[in-house]
């Protein structure tokens, strides 16, 4: 018996390596859930823009804020927040 992983369990686990400063790691487990079949939702991508943001990876951060824009996902304030975090540590 294990538990069944949701956008919940992924956004979680990437939030805890944005704090870590392991972008890749978060960004591997944006691409696996993918893979999966589960949707990324908006706080999934705000967490990783953090989580770019946090390894000084500002490219990545607005790359993935575009492909929101591309998703047309609501792009809120916390993660415009980051992106603009993730450019001041350029």
Known sequence: MGIELDVYCYTTAMDACAKGKMWKTALSILREMKEKGIEPNEVTYGVAVAACG?????????????????????????????????????
């Open 54 to 90: 946090n390894g000084g990876r500002w490219e990545k951060a607005l790359e993935l804020l575009d492909q929101m824009r591309e998703m047309n996902m609501k792009i809120n304030t916390i993660t415009y927040n980051a992106a603009v975090s993730a450019l001041a540590k350029a």
